[in-house]
């Protein structure tokens, strides 16, 4: 049953006149009365009776009229809704992070974006690295910051921060006494390294740092967290290499120094991925405020 000729019906009950009724539904009244017939003869009733003078439902179209009204009431609230849910859904970006945004990135270009976009809801949700990949691609999230350059047919990568690392110790530790710490004179040292499941790229770059300078150490230690790595370091349990984002959270912790290398540590990438077609008017508002605020 189609829901035109239910709106048909309902405009001729209310009007009892198709003259009038066609005016009001913008076809013509030939055509109305074809609904009306088409729909009577689906329903094996009739609707109304006619005469020259005038039009009455019968005893079948009184009795239907409320019903149909109902379904024409709930067709409208459901599309109602479903725009609504649409109109959130377009004003929706969903951002999973690692921790270094939230210090890097997010004060810079939040506010801004805000500020120039009042009605864009902002879904922020940390993650590691494999979960918002995994969350990029589903399309549960539409902006994935990791440090790992993640490219495909369908997700483009843009990268938007470089950032130096730092060398930590325990202040008990023999090394705080040496005037100069070389690659070389980490030899053989007990050191916690990020969980290379939770920060590959981190975990990677600290091996590598190592291999290049034919360092060995003793990995004693696996972090899942980055405050489990500080924590680490601050019982005394060994060193770590970690980003620069972790110095305002050190800098207070009389456990720990932060100690400069001979050898200049890599720099650590960070990327803005996000696939090329989904809601791309959103992730651009986030990546033109990201250009204009964070200089590579």
Request: proline share 4%.
């Amino acid at each position: 049953m189609e829901l035109r000729r239910l709106r048909y019906f309902i405009t001729v009950a209310e009007e009892l006149n198709f003259s009038r009724a066609a005016q009001r539904l913008y076809t013509a009244q030939p055509s109305l009365s074809q609904q009306i017939k088409d729909l009577e003869d689906k329903l094996g009733f009739n609707l109304f009776h006619r005469t020259k003078r005038k039009v009455e439902l019968t005893h079948e179209g009184i009795s239907f009229l409320p019903y149909a009204q109902a379904i024409l009431n709930q067709v409208e609230n459901m599309v109602a809704k479903t725009r609504m849910v649409a109109k959130e859904e377009k004003n929706l970006l969903k951002i999973g992070f690692v921790p270094v945004a939230e210090s890097k990135i997010f004060p810079y270009v939040l506010p801004t974006l805000r500020f120039e976009n009042p009605d864009l809801k902002l879904f922020l949700q940390s993650m590691c690295a494999n979960k918002q990949r995994e969350a990029l691609i589903n399309a549960d999230i539409d902006i994935a910051l990791v440090r790992e350059n993640i490219q495909s047919d369908s997700i483009q990568s843009q990268l938007i921060l470089r950032e130096e690392m730092v060398f930590l110790l325990p202040k008990s530790h023999s090394l705080n006494k040496s005037p100069k710490i070389t690659a070389k004179s980490l030899e053989g040292i007990s050191l916690i390294i990020p969980d290379e499941n939770y920060a590959p790229t981190l975990h990677h770059s600290i091996k590598d740092f190592f291999n290049t300078h034919q360092v060995t150490v003793n990995y004693i230690q696996v972090a899942e967290n980055i405050i489990f790595n500080i924590n680490s370091v601050s019982m005394g349990l060994g060193c770590a290499i970690l980003p620069s984002y972790v110095l305002p959270i050190v800098k207070n912790n009389n456990a720990i120094v932060v100690k400069e290398l001979g050898e200049e540590l890599p720099l650590l990438n960070l990327f803005a991925c996000y696939h090329k077609h989904n809601n791309q008017a959103n992730i651009q508002k986030f990546l033109n405020q990201v250009a204009r605020k964070i200089k590579i």
